[in-house]
């Protein structure tokens, strides 16, 4: 009942799909874990578990899910077609894109920027041969771009305003802002590219101008 009059909530509120399978699914998978029985600490050791993935998706409104390769090879050929030197990710996860992108270029000075601690480690873990990739246990937020040629994002739409006014403002003119999936609200796309993998992902490409112009409809 508990997980019906959730669901029938979120419907009426609008909330996305998957909102409402984790609204159906919470409280009957709670009851068959604690039927299971097993030793305390291992509901404990899953919790802490979980603590470490998600850290502040509630709070800070971004989910975790990762990118595909075709976004890598994306992101990868505008890397040579703009002679990148200097590239960010904001929200890194395990270095999905950040980590073949130093790899496949040594010449590029690629800086990750992740929060969660285990994502953290594991991105840590991955580039630990790369003297080109720095990760770092950053909020984004307190990061300033204004040394980045190329600044990549995959958040979350609750929070592409308040980065569109950061990149705005701390970004430098001529600067490529790219959004996975979620654009920048009233801001017009200086190139969007579809792709074909399996989230038919788009990516939303911003080249920073004056900054006095660029968030208004230009
Ligand atoms: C949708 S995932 C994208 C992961 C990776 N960029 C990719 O494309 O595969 C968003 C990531 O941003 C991280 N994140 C969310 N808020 C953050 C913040 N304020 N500072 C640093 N990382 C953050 C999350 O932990 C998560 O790993």
Redesign the pocket.
């Known amino acids: 009942m508990q997980g019906i009059m959730a669901a029938f909530f979120g419907v009426l509120l609008r909330q996305a799909w998957w909102w409402i399978v984790i609204h159906v699914t919470f409280f009957p998978l709670l009851v068959w874990f604690l039927l299971l029985q097993w030793v305390a600490w291992t509901y404990l050791l899953i919790s802490g578990f979980f603590i470490l ?5 509630i709070t ?8 595909s390769q075709a ?1 890598v090879q994306a992101i990868a050929e505008l890397v040579e077609e703009k002679d990148i030197m200097h590239f960010a ?10 980590k073949p992108l130093a790899e496949n270029y040594s010449l590029l000075n690629v800086h ?5 601690p285990l ?1 953290w480690l594991i991105n840590v873990w991955r580039g630990r041969n790369m003297f080109n990739l720095q990760v770092f246990r ?6 300033n771009l204004a040394n980045y040629d190329l600044v ?5 739409p609750a ?1 592409m305003s308040k980065l569109g006014a950061k990149v705005r403002t701390e970004m430098r003119v001529g600067g490529v802002f790219v959004s ?1 999936s979620f654009p920048v609200q009233d801001w017009e796309a200086d190139a969007v590219i579809y792709l074909d993998d399996w989230q038919n992902t788009c990516l939303f490409c911003y080249v920073i101008k004056d900054n006095h112009t660029l968030g208004v409809n230009y």
């Open positions: 993935v998600f850290w502040r998706t800070g409104n971004v989910p975790v899910f990762f990118s976004v990710e904001l929200g890194a996860g395990i270095g999905t894109v950040a990750a920027f992740e929060n969660a994502l950053h909020c984004f937020w307190q990061v990549f994002a995959y958040l979350s929070v996975s």
